[in-house]
């Protein structure tokens, strides 16, 4: 009996289909990611900037940041004078 390569996974594609939300949301997180990457292709910036460069919420920005800094697209830069506000940048 001869193995087909694969089947498991078409028998599995056909039987469950992704959600059209959890499609959404990834073409959200895209978008939202993209515009962060660019945003910091200028050079580093703060939380408050990235807000008020991008129009979105400080909690979503704040969301999305961090989930670029976990899967290794950003990381910390300079903190500020005051010893308030961390700066982000893209990492290298």
Request: hydrophobic letters at 30%; aromatic letters at 10%; glycine letters at 6%.
């Amino acid at each position: 009996m001869e193995v087909e390569k694969g089947k498991t996974h078409k028998y599995l594609r056909e039987k469950r289909e992704v959600p059209e939300t959890v499609k959404e949301n990834l073409k959200h997180f895209t978008r939202v990611k993209k515009s962060i990457l660019e945003s910091l292709r200028d050079g580093e910036m703060t939380i408050d900037q990235l807000t008020q460069k991008l129009g979105m919420p400080k909690s979503e920005v704040v969301f999305f940041l961090m989930t670029l800094i976990k899967y290794g697209f950003v990381e910390t830069g300079q903190i500020d004078d005051m010893d308030e506000y961390y700066s982000y940048k893209l990492k290298q």
